[in-house]
C-alpha cells in the first residue's frame, strides 16, 4: 500500500494486533487495507456515508485478497456496524473535531463494546477533547505530524477517568507537554495570526479585543511553559 500517507500510517499504529476495525469515512478504504495488508487487523469494515468515496472503497476492497475480512458499507457514522460485528476499535480520520464529535455522539449507544478510539481531527481538536472528556473517555496518546506543509493531531482514547484543564483541552495533554517542534510550529503560526487580528481590531470593541487576548495569552503560557 505505497499510497498510505505518512499521517495515516501513523494512525495504523495506534491500532491494536488482531483488532475488529471500523473506518469510519474511509474514502478508498486505504487504511483498512494497510492495516490488513500488514497482517494488523482480523477484520475491518469501512464505512462512507457519500457514494463516490463508497464506490471507491468498493473497488478497491473487491480488487484486493481480503476480500472475506473487509466489508465495505454505505451508512452514515456509527451505523455502519451492528453489535454483531464485534467492533473493538474505530478509526475516525480527515474530519473536522467537530464533525467526528457529533458522528461519536450520534453513535453513543454502539460504543459500549468498543475500546479504543483513533481519531485524527483536522481541525477544532479541542472540542472533540471536550466530547471525549464528556463521554467517559481518557486520552492515552496524542501525536501531531507535519506532510506536505499541513500539521495533523491524532487522539487514541479509551474509557477512563481523565481531568483537562482547559488548556488541556485547547492543547492537547501530552501534546503541550512534548512540545514537539512541529507544536511550536503550529502555535506559533496561529500566535501570529491572532497578534494580526488584534492589531487590526480597533480599541473601543473591548470585548473583541479581550478575547483574542486571553487566546494569545494561552499560547504563551503553553509555549513557555517548562
Ligand atoms: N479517512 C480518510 C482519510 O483520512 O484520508 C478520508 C478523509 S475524507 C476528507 C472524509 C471522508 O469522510 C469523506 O469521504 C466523507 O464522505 C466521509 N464522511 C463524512 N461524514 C461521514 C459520516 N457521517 N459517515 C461516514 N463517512 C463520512
Not at 14 to 41: C, K, M, N, T
Request: glycine share 8%.
Amino acid at each position: 500500500m505505497e499510497k498510505l500517507s505518512r499521517r495515516l500510517r501513523q494512525v495504523a499504529g495506534f491500532v491494536p494486533q488482531g483488532a475488529r476495525l471500523l473506518d469510519v469515512g474511509s474514502d478508498h478504504a486505504y487504511l483498512p487495507l494497510y492495516l490488513l495488508e500488514q497482517g494488523a487487523i482480523s477484520h475491518a469494515i469501512a464505512g462512507e456515508v457519500v457514494d463516490g468515496p463508497y464506490q471507491s472503497a468498493l473497488k478497491n476492497a473487491q480488487n484486493s485478497p481480503f476480500t472475506a475480512q473487509l466489508e465495505v458499507r454505505l451508512a452514515d457514522g456509527l451505523a455502519a456496524f451492528a453489535p454483531a460485528d464485534a467492533i473493538d476499535t474505530i478509526t475516525i480520520c480527515g474530519m473536522g473535531g467537530r464533525l467526528i464529535a457529533s458522528i461519536l455522539d450520534n453513535g453513543r449507544a454502539k460504543l459500549e463494546g468498543v475500546t479504543r478510539l483513533v481519531l485524527q481531527p483536522n481541525n477544532r481538536e479541542d472540542e472533540l477533547r471536550n466530547w471525549l472528556s464528556r463521554a467517559g473517555y481518557a486520552i492515552l496518546v496524542e501525536e501531531i505530524l507535519e506532510e506536505q506543509g499541513k500539521i495533523y493531531e491524532i487522539i487514541v482514547a479509551e474509557r477512563g477517568q481523565q481531568d483537562l484543564s482547559d488548556l488541556d483541552l485547547r492543547f492537547g495533554p501530552f501534546l503541550r507537554q512534548d512540545k514537539s517542534p512541529v507544536f511550536v510550529t503550529k502555535w506559533e503560526k496561529e500566535l501570529k495570526q491572532l497578534e494580526q487580528a488584534l492589531a487590526g481590531i480597533p480599541d473601543h470593541h473591548e470585548e473583541a479585543r479581550s478575547a483574542i487576548a486571553q487566546k494569545i495569552q494561552a499560547i504563551k503560557e503553553v509555549l513557555h511553559e517548562s
